[in-house]
């Protein structure tokens, strides 16, 4: 593993960390954007497994966005215009010519390539997993009040109870009354990860709001490059896999494969089906 410190265009500094083929050339690199709260270091075994699979002369880099692991924080008047010029910052530190984007991630990898059409930045290849997009106001935001609210006054329990209920949907924990949840969230906060997850909390914040802020429409990503690869969990929520479908249905030439037996987390869990599924895309 590689470990670099990049300067940002706004003073600030991101945290890469590269896998694989040291050397590797553009064309062999794939920049891997992960998902909300989730720091580069929960991605380190799906990394190491993805330029495994990829085979020798591949290269796997993964950066810290802004407000965890070893990157600075979110600056003044952080939005996704940050977060597309950071992507830019590890383009050219890399020379990737591949994208692949995990949940709020994947919102990053489409916005940015939306925003580099016409230019050297548009990737060879661009795949998405489960893309947290808010397509035609298809994500709910009204709970993103609450949870910055408890995330302000440091009641973890409260926080987790809200984002559970707002991302399960019809789900028995859905149904169980607040304050019930946020008390068996307060429980399941005192181990390893959710400790990680409070300290990139106030970050998670301001990433939500920069990604779900504007409902997108479908058709505003008709411009991504026909070899855009839209990838949706058979066991994610079933809202990844409908904005998947549409995602795909509006980009012309585009590809859609939905893994049967994974799950959201099945990238930082490095399953096997899916590092094999993306290897080959990339491959191909």
Sequence with gaps: ??????????????????????????????????????????????????????????????????????????????????????????????????????????????NAVQEFTGTAYVPDKLAVYDAAVNIDGSIDTGWLDGFEDAVDNGKVGHALAHMKRATKPGSAMARIPEPVLAGLMAVLSRTK????????????????????????????????????????GGKSPSYYKATAERLHAAVPGSTYELSPKCFHGSIPAAVGELVTDISRYFKS
Excluded at 13 to 29: F, H, I
Excluded at 202 to 230: C, I, M, Q, W
Aim: net charge negative; no cysteine.
């Design 193 to 232: 990860v959710n400790r990680m997850f409070q300290e990139v909390m106030p970050s998670g914040v301001g990433e939500l709001r920069a990604a779900y802020k504007e409902a997108d429409h479908a058709r505003d990503f008709s411009v991504l490059p026909a070899n855009t690869h839209f990838m949706a």
């Design 1 to 110: 593993m590689k470990e670099q410190v990049l300067p940002t265009h706004d003073g600030g500094r991101l945290a890469l960390y590269s896998y694989g083929t040291e050397d590797a050339p553009g064309e062999r690199r794939v920049l891997l954007i992960g998902g909300a709260f989730l720091t580069a270091l929960i991605y380190r075994p799906f990394s190491v497994a993805l330029a495994e699979g990829l085979g020798e002369g591949w290269a796997v880099d993964v950066y810290d966005r802004r407000g965890r692991g070893s990157s600075s924080e979110q600056p003044a008047g952080y939005s996704m215009a940050t977060e597309i010029e950071d992507v830019r910052t590890v383009l050219d530190a890399t020379g990737a010519r591949n994208i692949l984007g995990h949940s709020l991630g994947g919102s990053v990898a489409l």
